[in-house]
């Protein structure tokens, strides 16, 4: 089992930061695969960016690509995701998510995950 509990969300205004961390409870967190996905009201719930094992590989949604960051903290159980220029079309709910097992590709599908935190509020302001 594996729980997730999101924090750092919040109301800033366009072009601020926030950075939004994952507390995973887990034994093996190296071994399990992470993910930041965000759902907009009226919309499905899209990915944002994915970490491998080890933090070695990572992968982008093409809208947050060179703006937002995913690390991850392995000996802390930590995973984060740094978001700088924000824009308000990324106002969202933010989930953290995460999943066992080894793949070659990061997964970038809500399916492809097994274990979710509740989510927090990112609303960015024009």
């Known amino acids: 089992q594996v729980q997730l509990v999101e924090s750092g969300g919040g109301l800033v205004q366009a072009g601020g930061s926030l950075r939004l961390s994952c507390a995973a409870s887990?034994?093996?967190?190296?071994?399990?695969?992470m993910g930041w996905f965000r759902q907009a009201p009226g919309k499905e719930r899209e990915f944002v960016a994915g970490?491998?094992?080890?933090?070695?590989?990572?992968s982008y949604a093409d809208s947050v690509k060179g703006r937002f960051t995913i690390s991850r903290d392995n000996a802390g159980n930590t995973l984060y995701l740094q978001m700088n220029s924000l824009k308000p079309e990324d106002t969202a709910v933010y989930y953290c998510?995460?999943?066992?097992?080894?793949?070659?590709?990061?997964?970038?599908?809500?399916?492809?995950?097994?274990?979710w935190g509740q989510g927090t509020q990112v609303t960015v302001s024009s």
């Open positions: 998510a995460a999943r066992t097992g080894f793949v070659n590709v990061i997964p970038t599908t809500t399916k492809q995950y097994s274990y």
């Open positions: 887990a034994r093996g967190f190296s071994n399990v695969f």
């Open positions: 970490i491998g094992w080890f933090g070695g590989r990572t």
